[in-house]
């Protein structure tokens, strides 16, 4: 299984500021992607990130709010801008082997103030 | 750490007695399952998967079991252990929406010793 690591594994912000969230994978991989977990509830994804292009966004996500680079096929930052205590959550990255395993970073705890 | 699943069912067992945690999924277009374990303060951590075509499949003191027909899938754990007490996911691939994972609504193991 590939190895995640995920930085940093917990903020404090104030509201208006943002935070960049950074995914490194101990290998390289085709499909990368962010998801949140907000408190008490499951996983949502906000996007895939694609290598070379744009990110591809769900519904209800928008690249203004979560932009999103993917310079390389080992690391991934997602940020999250103009934060509202709203946006306190859990932020994951996962990752897709060959065999279509999905395995997931620690997450990012993010507490907005 | 924080408690993750405020909001989610909850399944209580004796240590030692079996577990069965159940999960009804929301497309039948579904390809690939895969149970995720989530222990408080931590990332998904990946259990065991089955692709559509089969209806069983086993791992270390775990079983999945997929009826497609009822769109149901159940992860039943043997002999739990106190350690395996945290929030379990059972998350479907829908090829067509783009290769995505979707996860369901998550169920709290705990296990009384």
């Known amino acids: 299984s590939a190895v995640i690591s995920q930085k940093p594994s917990r903020d404090i912000c104030q509201r208006g500021t943002s935070l960049t969230i950074q995914c490194q994978v101990d290998?390289?991989?085709?499909?990368m992607f962010w998801y949140r977990q907000q408190p008490g509830q499951s996983l949502t994804l906000i996007a895939t990130?694609?290598?070379?292009?744009?990110?591809?966004?769900e519904s209800g996500f928008v690249i203004d709010k979560f932009p999103i680079s993917r310079p390389n096929l080992t690391f991934s930052t997602l940020t999250v801008s103009n934060m509202s205590p709203e946006d306190s959550s859990i932020y994951l990255c996962?990752?897709?082997?060959?065999?279509?395993?999905?395995?997931f970073g620690p997450g990012t705890r993010l507490t907005v103030l | 750490g924080e408690s993750v699943g405020l909001h989610l069912p909850t399944l209580s067992v004796q240590e030692g007695d079996n577990s069965i945690i159940n999960c009804a999924y929301s497309?039948?277009?579904?390809?690939?399952f895969i149970w995720y374990k989530q222990e408080s303060g931590k990332g998904p951590q990946f259990i065991i998967d089955?692709?559509?075509?089969?209806d069983k499949r086993q791992g270390q003191r775990v079983t999945v079991l997929l009826n497609k027909t009822v769109k149901h899938l159940s992860l039943q754990i043997a002999a739990t252990q106190p350690g395996d007490s945290a929030v379990y996911f059972c998350?479907?691939?829908?090829?067509?929406?783009?290769?995505?994972?979707?996860f369901g609504a998550g169920t709290i193991l705990r296990v009384k010793s």
């Open positions: 998350a479907e691939n829908i090829r067509e929406y783009g290769n995505k994972l979707v």
């Open positions: 290998s390289q991989v085709t499909m």
């Open positions: 089955i692709r559509s075509n089969m």
């Open positions: 497309n039948s277009a579904s390809d690939y």
């Open positions: 996962s990752v897709r082997a060959p065999g279509d395993e999905q395995f």
């Open positions: 990130a694609n290598q070379g292009s744009e990110a591809t966004y």
